[in-house]
């Protein structure tokens, strides 16, 4: 079969319609591979969760030609500052995104990270996905069963409710969350651990632009500890993220709310919220990310705590790899083993980067403020007064991207798939 007719004939089913399944849809779209996306949900969760993307997936967006349409909806800034505060204090170290706008790699395309509601990006990817008529986004579409053979999956799919129709792919993905139908149909299981608190996200309306925050804020302050930064452009609200004690109602949780954020915000200025959720915090991953034709992405295949970033930005640049994998070995430019080596990469770069990295963001911020760690207090002077080692860290941000030439069968086989410019 020639290239051309294989890429026609293959399907892809994705299961799951938020930013990580999107974002495998639209590269396979473009591609001009088939996708089909089932999503269980009328709409995507619009409740406050992840917010934060790295170059990495800039990049990705970069090469569909929309990072122009996600920059519109999303806070994105060259000159963006991360700020370390102590609770009640002052700041204890800057990272300016700027200090890399000279650095010419193609996994860095623009200098900064974006933050907007992940829902909001999934919309911009399903607006994409649109474009092409060989894929198709469903909503009100329910994985019930999965079976597969060496040639094909076989799905059985619920629309609403009703009676399950069977769907067949020559590959799927399950990109369906913390919840995944897919995993569990595919005998993977999350092991790790859940942390014995429950992290409180919320959107609120505050002048943070009056006391000069920056982008994102990581407050130190115990058991106090906040995250705050920016959801979107202009006028938005800013998410601000904090722990409470297991167990606890929402009603619960507003009403301890205002208390909190006093504790938080920088000044008596009136603040509003707009939206709140809370959530089980866990460190968790499948063995397998692939089994047979099955793969699994984002937090479908792990979890972790949000602080720091490296959840969705895990997530996402799972979809990039995973997808950019599938696509060589639809388009016979690779090996079925590239599919095996992309999802054993991904595991790696979960387990040594995304895991324990979201695990220090978290134990630097619940420290004392009045008794922070010798070596975190030298981390934040180097941060301070050696530029060098600033660039240094804000890199360090790309170790999470795993393009298509790193693999051992692949090495140097970037522009062969247009993976670099």
């Known amino acids: 079969m020639a290239i051309a007719d294989k890429k026609k004939q293959s399907h892809v089913a994705i299961i799951g319609a938020g930013p990580v399944g999107m974002m495998c849809a639209a590269k396979l779209a473009n591609a001009g591979i088939r996708v089909t996306v089932f999503e269980k949900d009328a709409e995507i969760d619009p409740r406050p969760k992840a917010l934060t993307y790295t170059a990495p997936v800039l990049a990705d967006l970069a ?73 198709k986004v469903l909503h009100g579409y329910q994985l019930t069963n999965l079976t597969q053979t060496d040639e094909k999956v076989t799905l059985s799919i619920s629309e609403l409710g009703m009676d399950p129709f069977t769907f067949e792919a020559d590959y799927v993905i399950g990109a369906d969350g913390g919840r995944s139908a897919t995993r569990k149909l595919i005998g993977q299981h999350l092991d790790g651990f859940t942390w014995d608190e429950s992290f409180v996200a919320m959107n609120i309306h505050f002048p943070f632009e009056k006391y000069k925050w920056g982008a994102a804020n990581f407050l130190i302050g115990g058991k106090d500890w906040a995250v705050a930064g920016r959801t979107g452009p202009g006028s938005d609200p800013w998410r601000v993220a904090y722990g409470v004690e297991p167990g606890l109602t929402d009603e619960q949780v507003l009403e301890g709310a205002p208390d909190r954020l006093k504790a938080i915000l920088p000044g008596p200025d009136e603040f509003q919220i707009v939206q709140c959720a809370q959530y089980k915090v866990h460190q968790r991953q499948v063995k397998q990310y692939k089994v047979g034709k099955v793969m699994l992405a984002g937090d479908a295949a792990h979890l972790n705590n949000p602080i720091g970033g490296f959840g969705l930005t895990t ?107």
């Open 63 to 135: 090469k569909l030609g929309i990072l122009e349409d996600v920059v519109k909806i999303c806070f994105a800034d060259e000159r963006a500052i991360w700020t370390w505060r102590s609770l009640g204090g002052g700041v204890l170290a800057e990272m300016h995104w700027s200090l890399l706008e000279d650095v010419q790699r193609p996994d860095l395309h623009k200098p900064y990270t974006l933050q907007c509601g992940q829902h909001l990006l999934a919309k911009v990817l399903v607006e994409y996905c649109n474009r092409f008529e060989h894929a």
């Open 315 to 421: 997530g996402m640049t799972d979809a990039g790899c995973i997808s950019d994998a599938l696509i060589a070995v639809i388009s016979g430019n690779a090996p079925e083993q590239t599919l095996q080596e992309a999802c054993n990469i991904r595991h790696e770069i979960w387990a040594t980067i995304s895991n324990p990295g979201s695990q220090n963001f978290k134990r630097i911020v619940q420290q004392d403020p009045k008794a922070i760690s010798k070596e975190d207090m030298d981390f934040f002077k180097r941060l301070n007064n050696d530029e060098e080692f600033q660039r240094s860290a804000l890199l360090g941000s790309l170790r999470i991207h795993t393009p298509l030439g790193t693999f051992p069968s692949q090495r140097g086989t970037e522009k062969v798939y247009g993976l670099v410019d």
